[in-house]
Protein backbone atom coordinates (compact mmCIF):
# COMPACT_ATOMS: atom_id res chain seq x y z
CA UNK A 1 0.00 0.00 0.00
CA UNK A 2 1.54 3.24 -0.58
CA UNK A 3 2.08 6.16 1.66
CA UNK A 4 1.35 9.54 1.64
CA UNK A 5 4.67 10.63 0.46
CA UNK A 6 3.77 8.57 -2.83
CA UNK A 7 0.35 10.27 -3.11
CA UNK A 8 2.51 13.58 -3.35
CA UNK A 9 4.37 12.33 -5.90
CA UNK A 10 2.10 10.52 -8.21
CA UNK A 11 -1.26 12.47 -7.71
CA UNK A 12 1.01 15.81 -8.30
CA UNK A 13 1.38 14.11 -11.82
CA UNK A 14 -1.42 12.82 -12.80
CA UNK A 15 -3.03 14.19 -15.87
CA UNK A 16 -6.87 13.30 -14.86
CA UNK A 17 -8.57 13.95 -11.32
CA UNK A 18 -9.97 10.31 -11.61
CA UNK A 19 -5.89 9.05 -12.02
CA UNK A 20 -5.48 11.15 -8.51
CA UNK A 21 -8.74 9.42 -7.08
CA UNK A 22 -8.00 5.74 -7.81
CA UNK A 23 -4.20 6.49 -6.51
CA UNK A 24 -5.88 7.77 -3.00
CA UNK A 25 -8.59 4.96 -2.70
CA UNK A 26 -5.91 2.69 -1.79
CA UNK A 27 -5.27 4.49 1.12
CA UNK A 28 -8.21 4.04 2.71
CA UNK A 29 -9.11 -0.17 1.78
CA UNK A 30 -10.07 -0.48 5.41
CA UNK A 31 -13.34 1.83 4.70
CA UNK A 32 -14.65 0.05 2.07
CA UNK A 33 -17.81 -0.52 4.27
CA UNK A 34 -17.98 3.30 5.09
CA UNK A 35 -20.08 5.40 3.16
CA UNK A 36 -18.07 8.05 0.99
CA UNK A 37 -19.01 11.56 -0.87
CA UNK A 38 -15.61 12.07 -2.93
CA UNK A 39 -15.67 15.79 -4.26
CA UNK A 40 -12.81 16.98 -6.63
CA UNK A 41 -12.62 21.37 -6.51
CA UNK A 42 -10.76 23.33 -8.83
CA UNK A 43 -10.68 26.31 -6.20
CA UNK A 44 -9.98 25.23 -2.53
CA UNK A 45 -11.40 28.80 -1.52
CA UNK A 46 -14.74 27.10 -2.75
CA UNK A 47 -14.52 24.33 -0.14
CA UNK A 48 -12.70 25.84 2.50
CA UNK A 49 -13.16 22.76 5.33
CA UNK A 50 -10.79 24.07 7.85
CA UNK A 51 -12.52 27.52 8.07
CA UNK A 52 -15.92 26.00 8.34
CA UNK A 53 -14.83 23.87 10.80
CA UNK A 54 -13.02 26.41 13.06
CA UNK A 55 -16.71 28.46 12.44
CA UNK A 56 -18.54 26.01 13.99
CA UNK A 57 -15.75 25.54 17.11
CA UNK A 58 -14.45 21.94 15.46
CA UNK A 59 -10.83 20.97 16.15
CA UNK A 60 -10.10 18.46 13.73
CA UNK A 61 -7.02 16.16 13.79
CA UNK A 62 -4.47 15.96 11.38
CA UNK A 63 -3.04 12.27 11.47
CA UNK A 64 0.72 12.14 10.18
CA UNK A 65 2.89 9.18 10.11
CA UNK A 66 0.37 6.67 11.09
CA UNK A 67 0.45 3.10 10.47
CA UNK A 68 -1.21 3.37 7.05
CA UNK A 69 -0.77 7.18 6.20
CA UNK A 70 1.70 9.64 6.55
CA UNK A 71 0.25 13.53 6.11
CA UNK A 72 2.47 15.68 4.12
CA UNK A 73 2.32 19.14 4.59
CA UNK A 74 4.18 22.86 3.58
CA UNK A 75 4.41 25.88 4.93
CA UNK A 76 3.52 28.39 2.36
CA UNK A 77 4.01 31.78 3.48
CA UNK A 78 1.20 34.54 4.20
CA UNK A 79 3.14 38.09 3.16
CA UNK A 80 0.50 40.39 4.18
CA UNK A 81 0.68 38.27 7.94
CA UNK A 82 3.98 38.32 7.39
CA UNK A 83 3.70 34.17 8.74
CA UNK A 84 4.26 30.78 7.82
CA UNK A 85 1.30 27.90 8.24
CA UNK A 86 0.64 25.16 7.72
CA UNK A 87 -1.01 23.97 4.07
CA UNK A 88 -2.06 19.81 3.83
CA UNK A 89 -1.10 18.73 0.20
CA UNK A 90 -1.99 14.57 0.85
CA UNK A 91 -3.12 13.32 4.29
CA UNK A 92 -6.20 12.90 6.29
CA UNK A 93 -7.93 14.61 9.56
CA UNK A 94 -10.79 13.56 11.64
CA UNK A 95 -13.64 15.28 13.11
CA UNK A 96 -16.76 14.99 14.78
CA UNK A 97 -19.73 17.46 13.05
CA UNK A 98 -23.15 16.89 14.23
CA UNK A 99 -22.57 13.66 16.20
CA UNK A 100 -21.04 12.06 12.83
CA UNK A 101 -16.99 11.40 13.41
CA UNK A 102 -15.49 11.75 9.47
CA UNK A 103 -12.29 10.98 8.17
CA UNK A 104 -11.42 12.90 5.23
CA UNK A 105 -8.97 12.62 2.80
CA UNK A 106 -7.04 15.32 0.72
CA UNK A 107 -4.63 15.08 -1.97
CA UNK A 108 -3.53 17.95 -4.61
CA UNK A 109 -2.41 17.75 -8.13
CA UNK A 110 -1.40 19.87 -10.75
CA UNK A 111 -2.76 19.63 -14.38
CA UNK A 112 -1.84 22.37 -17.29
CA UNK A 113 -0.06 24.41 -14.68
CA UNK A 114 -3.70 24.11 -12.88
CA UNK A 115 -3.98 23.17 -9.15
CA UNK A 116 -6.98 21.01 -8.34
CA UNK A 117 -8.22 19.05 -4.97
CA UNK A 118 -9.76 15.94 -4.03
CA UNK A 119 -11.46 15.19 -0.83
CA UNK A 120 -13.26 12.35 0.23
CA UNK A 121 -15.60 12.58 3.54
CA UNK A 122 -15.61 9.26 4.74
CA UNK A 123 -18.10 7.75 7.77
CA UNK A 124 -19.99 5.12 8.90
CA UNK A 125 -24.10 5.71 8.61
CA UNK A 126 -27.20 3.87 6.92
CA UNK A 127 -26.51 6.33 4.03
CA UNK A 128 -24.27 9.30 2.41
CA UNK A 129 -27.16 11.92 3.66
CA UNK A 130 -24.55 13.43 6.81
CA UNK A 131 -21.68 13.39 4.22
CA UNK A 132 -23.66 15.33 1.45
CA UNK A 133 -25.06 18.16 4.30
CA UNK A 134 -21.32 18.42 5.52
CA UNK A 135 -20.39 19.19 1.78
CA UNK A 136 -23.17 21.19 1.61
CA UNK A 137 -22.52 23.60 4.66
CA UNK A 138 -19.11 23.84 3.64
CA UNK A 139 -19.99 25.08 0.00
CA UNK A 140 -22.13 27.35 1.63
CA UNK A 141 -19.44 28.98 3.92
CA UNK A 142 -17.09 29.19 1.12
CA UNK A 143 -19.57 31.55 -0.96
CA UNK A 144 -21.02 33.81 1.59
CA UNK A 145 -19.46 36.74 1.93
CA UNK A 146 -17.99 38.09 5.69
CA UNK A 147 -17.19 42.01 5.00
CA UNK A 148 -15.65 40.71 2.12
CA UNK A 149 -16.05 41.71 -1.90
CA UNK A 150 -16.10 39.17 -4.75
CA UNK A 151 -12.69 39.69 -6.72
CA UNK A 152 -12.17 37.97 -10.17
CA UNK A 153 -8.89 37.31 -11.26
CA UNK A 154 -6.87 34.51 -12.82
CA UNK A 155 -10.04 32.26 -13.43
CA UNK A 156 -11.21 32.11 -10.07
CA UNK A 157 -13.15 34.08 -7.38
CA UNK A 158 -11.73 35.19 -4.40
CA UNK A 159 -13.48 36.96 -1.43
CA UNK A 160 -11.47 40.50 -0.21
CA UNK A 161 -11.46 41.83 2.78
CA UNK A 162 -8.98 44.64 2.10
CA UNK A 163 -11.01 46.01 -0.99
CA UNK A 164 -14.16 45.76 1.81
CA UNK A 165 -12.34 48.17 3.63
CA UNK A 166 -11.73 50.37 0.97
CA UNK A 167 -14.89 50.57 -0.37
CA UNK A 168 -16.15 50.99 3.97
CA UNK A 169 -14.31 54.17 4.17
CA UNK A 170 -15.36 55.51 1.13
CA UNK A 171 -17.67 58.64 1.71
CA UNK A 172 -19.60 60.38 -0.96
CA UNK A 173 -18.68 63.88 0.43
CA UNK A 174 -14.99 63.05 -0.16
CA UNK A 175 -16.05 62.42 -3.72
CA UNK A 176 -16.09 66.25 -5.62
CA UNK A 177 -18.94 66.06 -8.04
CA UNK A 178 -21.54 68.22 -9.03
CA UNK A 179 -24.56 67.44 -6.61
CA UNK A 180 -27.35 67.15 -9.48
CA UNK A 181 -24.55 64.31 -10.75
CA UNK A 182 -23.62 62.72 -7.83
CA UNK A 183 -27.63 62.08 -6.94
CA UNK A 184 -28.34 61.14 -10.56
CA UNK A 185 -25.95 58.61 -10.19
CA UNK A 186 -27.17 57.06 -6.98
CA UNK A 187 -30.46 57.55 -7.81
CA UNK A 188 -30.03 55.35 -11.06
CA UNK A 189 -28.14 52.60 -8.67
CA UNK A 190 -30.88 52.60 -6.19
CA UNK A 191 -33.94 52.52 -8.25
CA UNK A 192 -32.85 49.99 -9.86
CA UNK A 193 -32.52 47.81 -7.03
CA UNK A 194 -36.37 49.79 -5.99
CA UNK A 195 -37.78 48.45 -9.39
CA UNK A 196 -38.04 44.89 -9.58
CA UNK A 197 -42.04 44.85 -9.53
CA UNK A 198 -41.96 47.46 -12.48
CA UNK A 199 -39.69 45.39 -14.71
CA UNK A 200 -41.85 42.45 -14.47
CA UNK A 201 -45.12 44.42 -15.16
CA UNK A 202 -43.78 45.24 -18.10
CA UNK A 203 -42.07 42.07 -18.95
CA UNK A 204 -38.81 42.74 -19.34
CA UNK A 205 -35.71 41.32 -17.48
CA UNK A 206 -34.57 42.79 -14.18
CA UNK A 207 -31.51 44.15 -15.71
CA UNK A 208 -29.28 47.32 -16.01
CA UNK A 209 -26.32 48.66 -17.07
CA UNK A 210 -24.03 52.23 -16.27
CA UNK A 211 -21.22 53.05 -17.56
CA UNK A 212 -19.18 55.61 -16.44
CA UNK A 213 -16.55 57.51 -18.82
CA UNK A 214 -14.22 60.25 -19.31
CA UNK A 215 -10.28 60.85 -18.84
CA UNK A 216 -8.48 58.73 -15.67
CA UNK A 217 -8.24 60.65 -12.29
CA UNK A 218 -11.63 62.18 -12.27
CA UNK A 219 -13.64 60.35 -9.37
CA UNK A 220 -15.10 57.16 -11.66
CA UNK A 221 -13.46 55.12 -8.96
CA UNK A 222 -14.47 57.19 -5.70
CA UNK A 223 -18.05 56.94 -7.50
CA UNK A 224 -18.21 53.22 -7.56
CA UNK A 225 -16.82 52.75 -3.74
CA UNK A 226 -19.15 54.85 -2.52
CA UNK A 227 -21.90 53.69 -4.67
CA UNK A 228 -21.23 49.97 -2.79
CA UNK A 229 -20.59 51.14 0.27
CA UNK A 230 -24.57 52.54 0.46
CA UNK A 231 -25.86 49.35 -1.28
CA UNK A 232 -27.02 45.68 0.65
CA UNK A 233 -26.37 43.70 -2.19
CA UNK A 234 -23.45 41.81 -3.40
CA UNK A 235 -20.94 43.71 -5.17
CA UNK A 236 -18.59 41.83 -7.62
CA UNK A 237 -15.60 43.00 -8.64
CA UNK A 238 -13.93 42.06 -11.82
CA UNK A 239 -10.07 42.63 -12.12
CA UNK A 240 -9.94 40.53 -15.78
CA UNK A 241 -11.15 38.28 -18.04
CA UNK A 242 -7.72 36.40 -18.91
CA UNK A 243 -7.47 33.07 -17.52
CA UNK A 244 -5.31 30.27 -17.98
CA UNK A 245 -8.10 28.65 -20.66
CA UNK A 246 -8.81 31.71 -22.42
CA UNK A 247 -10.65 35.46 -22.04
CA UNK A 248 -14.27 33.21 -22.95
CA UNK A 249 -13.67 31.02 -20.16
CA UNK A 250 -13.41 34.25 -17.91
CA UNK A 251 -16.26 35.90 -19.46
CA UNK A 252 -18.47 32.70 -18.90
CA UNK A 253 -17.10 32.23 -15.01
CA UNK A 254 -17.89 35.73 -14.19
CA UNK A 255 -21.31 36.02 -15.12
CA UNK A 256 -22.38 32.56 -14.01
CA UNK A 257 -21.23 34.05 -10.34
CA UNK A 258 -22.90 37.10 -10.92
CA UNK A 259 -26.02 35.16 -11.89
CA UNK A 260 -25.71 33.08 -8.79
CA UNK A 261 -25.89 36.11 -6.70
CA UNK A 262 -27.78 37.98 -7.91
CA UNK A 263 -29.40 40.81 -7.14
CA UNK A 264 -26.21 42.04 -7.17
CA UNK A 265 -23.47 44.70 -8.63
CA UNK A 266 -21.51 43.64 -11.10
CA UNK A 267 -18.43 46.13 -11.53
CA UNK A 268 -15.92 45.91 -14.93
CA UNK A 269 -13.69 48.89 -14.47
CA UNK A 270 -11.56 49.60 -17.48
CA UNK A 271 -13.99 47.96 -19.84
CA UNK A 272 -12.54 49.46 -23.01
CA UNK A 273 -9.22 47.30 -22.37
CA UNK A 274 -11.05 44.32 -21.08
CA UNK A 275 -13.18 43.42 -24.14
CA UNK A 276 -11.12 42.71 -26.88
CA UNK A 277 -11.99 41.87 -30.45
CA UNK A 278 -11.58 38.23 -29.30
CA UNK A 279 -13.70 38.24 -26.28
CA UNK A 280 -16.17 40.88 -27.56
CA UNK A 281 -18.76 38.01 -29.04
CA UNK A 282 -18.48 36.35 -25.93
CA UNK A 283 -19.26 39.23 -23.71
CA UNK A 284 -21.86 40.36 -25.63
CA UNK A 285 -23.74 37.01 -25.32
CA UNK A 286 -22.96 36.66 -21.82
CA UNK A 287 -24.51 40.55 -20.95
CA UNK A 288 -28.02 40.11 -23.19
CA UNK A 289 -27.45 36.53 -24.85
CA UNK A 290 -29.76 33.46 -24.08
CA UNK A 291 -29.51 33.36 -20.36
CA UNK A 292 -31.33 35.94 -18.42
CA UNK A 293 -28.98 38.37 -16.31
CA UNK A 294 -32.19 39.30 -13.69
CA UNK A 295 -31.38 41.18 -11.21
CA UNK A 296 -27.88 42.06 -12.27
CA UNK A 297 -26.54 45.97 -12.37
CA UNK A 298 -23.76 46.12 -13.97
CA UNK A 299 -21.02 49.42 -13.61
CA UNK A 300 -18.60 49.88 -16.19
CA UNK A 301 -15.96 52.57 -16.72
CA UNK A 302 -13.74 53.68 -19.32
CA UNK A 303 -11.01 56.44 -20.11
CA UNK A 304 -11.22 55.61 -23.37
CA UNK A 305 -15.04 54.83 -25.00
CA UNK A 306 -14.21 55.61 -28.33
CA UNK A 307 -12.45 52.44 -28.24
CA UNK A 308 -15.66 50.31 -27.89
CA UNK A 309 -17.33 48.35 -30.22
CA UNK A 310 -20.69 50.64 -30.78
CA UNK A 311 -22.49 47.15 -30.45
CA UNK A 312 -21.57 47.63 -26.87
CA UNK A 313 -21.36 51.41 -26.27
CA UNK A 314 -24.97 52.37 -28.29
CA UNK A 315 -27.24 49.60 -27.67
CA UNK A 316 -30.13 49.44 -25.09
CA UNK A 317 -30.70 47.08 -22.84
CA UNK A 318 -26.40 46.80 -22.42
CA UNK A 319 -25.82 50.37 -21.04
CA UNK A 320 -28.99 52.25 -20.40
CA UNK A 321 -27.03 55.33 -18.73
CA UNK A 322 -24.49 56.79 -19.06
CA UNK A 323 -21.96 59.69 -17.38
CA UNK A 324 -19.22 61.73 -18.40
CA UNK A 325 -16.78 62.40 -15.60
CA UNK A 326 -15.03 65.25 -17.27
CA UNK A 327 -11.75 67.98 -16.23
CA UNK A 328 -13.20 69.67 -13.47
CA UNK A 329 -14.66 72.78 -13.29
CA UNK A 330 -12.84 76.09 -11.71
CA UNK A 331 -15.76 75.60 -9.18
CA UNK A 332 -15.26 71.93 -8.39
CA UNK A 333 -11.44 72.76 -8.09
CA UNK A 334 -12.11 75.63 -5.57
CA UNK A 335 -14.49 72.41 -3.74
CA UNK A 336 -11.75 70.73 -3.92
CA UNK A 337 -8.38 72.48 -2.66
CA UNK A 338 -10.60 74.00 0.08
CA UNK A 339 -11.24 70.69 1.04
CA UNK A 340 -7.73 69.66 1.62
CA UNK A 341 -6.66 73.24 2.73
CA UNK A 342 -9.34 72.60 5.45
CA UNK A 343 -7.87 69.46 5.99
CA UNK A 344 -4.10 70.59 6.77
CA UNK A 345 -4.90 73.09 8.89
CA UNK A 346 -6.83 70.96 11.05
CA UNK A 347 -4.22 68.62 11.44
CA UNK A 348 -3.72 67.27 15.29
CA UNK A 349 -1.18 68.22 17.24
CA UNK A 350 1.73 65.05 16.77
CA UNK A 351 2.06 65.15 13.20
CA UNK A 352 4.36 65.66 10.88
CA UNK A 353 2.69 68.51 8.97
CA UNK A 354 0.52 69.60 11.90
CA UNK A 355 -0.01 73.57 12.50
CA UNK A 356 0.39 74.61 9.31
CA UNK A 357 -0.04 78.42 9.17
CA UNK A 358 -1.22 79.95 5.73
CA UNK A 359 -1.02 83.63 5.99
CA UNK A 360 -3.99 83.73 3.47
CA UNK A 361 -7.11 82.69 3.90
CA UNK A 362 -8.08 79.21 2.94
CA UNK A 363 -10.86 80.71 0.60
CA UNK A 364 -8.25 83.15 -1.03
CA UNK A 365 -5.82 79.98 -1.19
CA UNK A 366 -8.13 77.93 -2.76
CA UNK A 367 -9.09 79.86 -5.46
CA UNK A 368 -5.70 81.06 -6.40
CA UNK A 369 -5.03 76.78 -6.36
CA UNK A 370 -7.98 76.78 -8.84
CA UNK A 371 -6.86 79.51 -11.45
CA UNK A 372 -3.27 77.74 -11.74
CA UNK A 373 -4.29 74.33 -12.14
CA UNK A 374 -6.77 74.29 -15.18
CA UNK A 375 -6.83 71.06 -16.88
CA UNK A 376 -5.45 69.30 -13.79
CA UNK A 377 -7.87 65.67 -12.77
CA UNK A 378 -9.09 64.96 -9.76
CA UNK A 379 -6.13 62.70 -9.63
CA UNK A 380 -3.12 65.33 -10.30
CA UNK A 381 -4.48 67.75 -7.69
CA UNK A 382 -4.92 64.93 -5.09
CA UNK A 383 -1.05 64.80 -5.90
CA UNK A 384 -0.57 68.02 -5.89
CA UNK A 385 -1.61 68.71 -2.01
CA UNK A 386 0.07 64.81 -1.07
CA UNK A 387 3.75 65.61 -2.60
CA UNK A 388 3.40 69.73 -0.75
CA UNK A 389 2.61 67.96 2.80
CA UNK A 390 5.53 65.35 1.49
CA UNK A 391 7.86 68.75 0.83
CA UNK A 392 6.59 70.50 3.87
CA UNK A 393 7.63 67.27 6.23
CA UNK A 394 10.98 67.18 4.70
CA UNK A 395 11.80 70.99 5.16
CA UNK A 396 11.04 70.58 9.00
CA UNK A 397 13.33 67.50 9.42
CA UNK A 398 15.95 69.82 8.32
CA UNK A 399 14.87 73.29 8.95
CA UNK A 400 12.57 75.80 9.80
CA UNK A 401 10.59 76.92 6.85
CA UNK A 402 11.80 80.58 5.37
CA UNK A 403 9.14 80.64 2.79
CA UNK A 404 5.19 81.21 3.33
CA UNK A 405 3.60 77.58 3.18
CA UNK A 406 1.06 78.83 0.40
CA UNK A 407 4.22 80.06 -1.77
CA UNK A 408 5.68 76.66 -1.63
CA UNK A 409 2.05 75.32 -2.72
CA UNK A 410 1.75 77.47 -5.39
CA UNK A 411 5.20 76.06 -6.59
CA UNK A 412 4.47 72.88 -6.33
CA UNK A 413 1.84 73.42 -8.99
CA UNK A 414 4.47 74.55 -11.43
CA UNK A 415 6.60 71.20 -10.50
CA UNK A 416 3.59 69.04 -11.22
CA UNK A 417 2.33 70.80 -14.36
CA UNK A 418 6.14 70.05 -15.79
CA UNK A 419 5.22 66.15 -15.06
CA UNK A 420 1.86 65.73 -16.37
CA UNK A 421 3.88 66.96 -19.68
CA UNK A 422 6.41 65.07 -19.27
CA UNK A 423 4.63 61.75 -18.13
CA UNK A 424 1.08 61.66 -18.91
CA UNK A 425 1.33 62.12 -22.80
CA UNK A 426 3.99 58.68 -23.30
CA UNK A 427 1.80 57.09 -21.53
CA UNK A 428 -1.04 57.51 -23.30
CA UNK A 429 0.51 57.32 -26.79
CA UNK A 430 2.40 53.48 -25.00
CA UNK A 431 -1.65 53.00 -24.45
CA UNK A 432 -2.66 53.68 -27.68
CA UNK A 433 -0.26 51.62 -29.69
CA UNK A 434 -1.10 48.41 -26.45
CA UNK A 435 -4.24 48.95 -27.30
CA UNK A 436 -3.09 48.73 -31.70
CA UNK A 437 -1.15 45.80 -30.81
CA UNK A 438 -4.23 43.56 -29.64
CA UNK A 439 -2.50 42.89 -26.44
CA UNK A 440 -4.47 44.54 -23.87
CA UNK A 441 -6.21 41.56 -22.64
CA UNK A 442 -5.47 42.80 -19.34
CA UNK A 443 -7.19 46.10 -17.80
CA UNK A 444 -4.94 49.28 -17.13
CA UNK A 445 -6.93 49.44 -13.98
CA UNK A 446 -7.61 52.80 -11.87
CA UNK A 447 -8.80 50.78 -9.01
CA UNK A 448 -6.84 47.13 -8.81
CA UNK A 449 -7.55 46.10 -5.15
CA UNK A 450 -4.41 44.20 -3.78
CA UNK A 451 -3.91 40.23 -4.13
CA UNK A 452 -6.40 38.50 -2.72
CA UNK A 453 -5.32 36.98 0.68
CA UNK A 454 -6.14 33.64 2.43
CA UNK A 455 -9.45 33.79 4.92
CA UNK A 456 -7.89 34.79 8.29
CA UNK A 457 -9.69 31.50 9.46
CA UNK A 458 -7.95 29.41 7.13
CA UNK A 459 -5.09 29.53 8.84
CA UNK A 460 -6.59 27.98 12.24
CA UNK A 461 -4.70 24.70 12.56
CA UNK A 462 -3.82 23.44 9.41
CA UNK A 463 -5.17 24.54 6.22
CA UNK A 464 -7.04 21.03 5.15
Not at 371 to 383: I, M, P, Q, V, Y
Request: hydrophobic share 40%; proline share 5%; aromatic share 10%.
Amino acid sequence: MPNFSHVLSDSLGATTPNEAVNILRGLYALHETSQHVPLVVNDEDAFPLSAYLHSVNVTPTVHASTATAETYTLYPYDGRKQIVYPDVIAGKTTFTVDGTTFTAYKATWMRDSMESWFYDLVFDGPDASAGIALANAVYKYGGTLREEIWVYQSASWKADKQLYKAVHAARWDDVVLDDKFKEGLRRDTRGFFESKDVYEQLEITWKRGILLLGPPGNGKTESIKALLRETDYPALYVKSFTTPYGPEYGVRSIFAHARKHAPCILVLEDLDAMVTPKVRSFFLNELDGLAANSGILTIATTNHPERIDDAILNRPSRFDVKYTYELPSRDLRVAFARKWVAKMVGKPAGEATQGIKFQMAEKDIAEKVADLTEGFSFAFLKELFVSFLLSVAHTRSVQAASTPYEDLLFAQVSALSAQIIKIANPDEKKEEEKVEEGAADEPNSCWSPPDPVAKSSAHSGANF
